[in-house]
């Protein structure tokens, strides 16, 4: 199977975000990969220790995201290509055409995978871009999966605690969620194997996209100021509980 | 004039209540004309519902193409194509799990743009808000290009009533289904459970529950306030609670009016995921707990004698 895996560079989930130039932020933060990202990378990887292949992966981002590239390829992948940009933030109409375009001069998909959402702009929407541009089906938030010749049985969850079963035609694209899966750390032998694959590296410009038009810009960035210090209610555990549901009722007017 | 279409979410209970933050949103441009798009057949039973929040046309929308009901491709086709047949411009839904996937299938077959996930919308200045960064920082995103698609958080814009007097019509869309995505069964793991991204109230239990069973204890307290219980991922990873019921950056991202954490320490990926409720209580047994250090209202104690005198306290004052 030749297998494709969307892979994004994004700022560590723990890291401090500061807002430089109001629409930007400090780049200096840990960056990882995409937490989703590595659910996909190990769902490829599985399968194709099962079936034959190749996982390759594909990176739209800054050089610097060759160091997210290096750890998701000591998770088992075999090469991977990135699509140089200058922007972190770049739309996600575009991203998707990007991608579209360096899966498309590379190979034959028999899958994509992607995460679920990245978590930094939150976009949720880049693997059904993907899809479209392919014509290919694709099911996202995906927690079960099984692949036959030439389907593959997916399952997500829409919400009040249901899940549904999907039955997908290949080649398709899959949005992995937390909970497909549960990739191990990657041995020492394999970080290192992880050194000498090859990364290919093009420059966005060269893919012949429109990119003088994006369909959405962030024009600011704000950061959410933290709540200050609770309000601790005192005395027995029933004083303080009369005291709680008080407050609900006559300060927040919720209960 | 600017013409706004709604994705109407109907479930059991018919028309989700939190699709009226949604049309609530959509009037926010002065001059809007709300339709509202029902893919159940069942749209004259909504009337009532849809009209008493601003809706001046309710089109329910079948196809040539087939049952409409479990097809996500020909669900979105169909959108779509009744998008451009009303001249639609901005085109709303619930970021719900559903909303979220149809949205996005839609914006994709149109090329058009989406944000997922608003937090505020400016129809005027095709401008809204989001969360960056989990939650750490709020975007405000400029939007290029029309018709657009946006999905809004549940309960973030307050649905306010504005009676009118809708028209109901039926447009039948001539889309086929590409074939290549069958949904072959649903499960309810928990029938009657309240869905945790729409619930008003949010009760969650961190590691210390110990396991599995303790939730009942919550559900009690749940159960009298009309609330969905929830879980961290230390709870999940301890195999206490299912992922559905995981909240934070690789769960789910909720807003509640209230949100009431019960052995929580207040990790930033839990926040992630909880950060934009209105009013945060939390129980800890730890009164250096990172999590009072930003909530609102806290009491230290055990979760299991503080969780059952809040039940019984909350039962005594409902009766
Ligand atoms: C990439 C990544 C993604 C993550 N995503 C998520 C996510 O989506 N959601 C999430 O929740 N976490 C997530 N985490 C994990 C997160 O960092 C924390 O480890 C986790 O949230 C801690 O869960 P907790 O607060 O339940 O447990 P703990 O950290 O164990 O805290 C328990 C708290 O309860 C108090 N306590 C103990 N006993 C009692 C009692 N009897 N009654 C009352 N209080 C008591 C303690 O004082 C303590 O403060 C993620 C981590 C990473 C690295
Ligand atoms: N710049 C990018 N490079 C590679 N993959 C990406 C990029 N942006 C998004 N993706 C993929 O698309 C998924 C969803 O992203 P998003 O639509 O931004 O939430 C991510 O989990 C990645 O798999």
């Known amino acids: ?255 | 004039m600017f013409k706004a279409g709604i994705w109407i979410e109907t479930g059991e209970n018919g028309v989700k209540e939190a699709n009226f933050g949604v049309i609530t949103a959509a009037r926010g441009h002065g001059d809007a004309e709300i339709h509202a798009f029902v893919l159940d057949g069942n749209a004259d039973a909504y009337q009532d519902a849809l009209q008493s929040y601003g809706v001046q046309k309710i089109v329910s929308l079948g196809t040539d193409g087939g049952d409409l009901s479990s097809k996500p491709d020909l669900q979105a086709a169909a959108l779509a194509e009744a998008v451009n047949h009303f001249e639609i411009t901005a085109f709303l839904g619930l970021s719900s799990a559903r909303g979220r996937d149809l949205l996005a299938r839609v914006a994709a077959l149109m090329d058009a743009p989406l944000v997922q996930d608003c937090i505020g919308i400016d129809l005027s200045s095709q401008t809204v808000s989001k969360s960056h960064f989990s939650g750490k920082t709020v975007a405000t995103v400029k939007i290029n290009a029309n018709p657009f698609v946006c999905s809004v958080r549940p309960n973030t814009i307050e649905a306010q009533i504005a009676p009118c007097q809708c028209e109901l019509i039926e447009y039948r869309a001539s889309v086929q289904d590409p074939g290549k995505l069958a949904v072959k069964e649903i499960e309810k793991s928990r029938t009657g459970a309240v869905d945790l991204t729409e619930a008003n109230i949010i009760i969650t239990g961190g590691y210390p529950i110990g396991a599995a069973e303790n939730y009942n204890l919550l559900q009690q307290c749940a159960d009298v306030l009309g609330a969905a219980v929830g879980a961290s991922r230390a709870a999940v990873d301890a195999g206490y609670a299912p992922h559905s019921m995981q909240i934070g950056q690789t769960g789910k991202t909720v807003s509640p009016k209230l949100y009431i954490g019960c052995g929580l320490s207040g990790s930033v990926q839990h926040f992630a995921g909880m950060k934009t409720s209105k009013v945060i209580v939390a129980i800890n047994t730890d009164a250096e707990a990172p999590i009072f250090e930003k909530c609102d209202y806290g009491i230290i104690g055990d979760l299991f004698e503080v969780v059952p005198v809040l039940t019984q306290v909350l039962r005594e004052q409902k009766s």
Do not use: W
């Open chain 1, 1 to 255: 199977m030749q297998i494709y895996v969307c892979v994004k560079h994004v700022p560590d989930t723990a890291a401090r975000i500061t807002v430089v130039g109001g629409s930007g932020f400090a780049e200096t933060c840990k960056f990882i990969v995409n937490p989703y990202d590595e659910y996909a990378v190990e769902e490829a990887v599985q399968l194709v220790k099962r079936n034959g292949g190749e996982v390759v992966l594909v990176t739209v981002g800054k050089e610097s995201a060759v160091s997210s590239m290096r750890s998701a390829l000591a998770m088992g992948a075999d090469r991977g290509i990135l699509v140089k940009t200058d922007a972190q933030f770049l739309d996600s109409a575009l991203t998707a055409q990007a991608l579209k375009k360096a899966i498309a001069q590379d190979g034959t998909a028999d899958m994509i995978f992607c995460g679920r959402q990245s978590i930094d702009s939150e976009g949720m929407q880049t693997p059904f871009r993907l899809a479209q541009a392919f014509g290919m089906a694709v099911v996202t938030d995906v927690v079960a999966l099984s692949v036959n010749e030439n389907q593959a049985i997916a399952e997500h969850d829409i919400g009040g605690g249901a899940t549904e079963v999907l039955q997908i035609q290949l080649p398709c694209v899959i949005g992995a969620n937390r909970g497909l899966n549960d990739p191990p750390y990657p041995k020492l032998p394999q970080v290192l194997r992880a050194k000498k694959k090859e990364i290919k590296q093009v420059d966005i410009a060269d893919l012949g996209l429109d990119l003088s038009f994006p369909l959405t810009e962030i024009i600011k960035l704000e950061a959410v100021p933290e709540r200050g210090k609770a309000k601790i209610f005192e005395g027995s555990t029933r004083e303080s509980v009369e005291q709680l549901v008080k407050a609900l009722k006559e300060e927040e007017k919720i209960l």
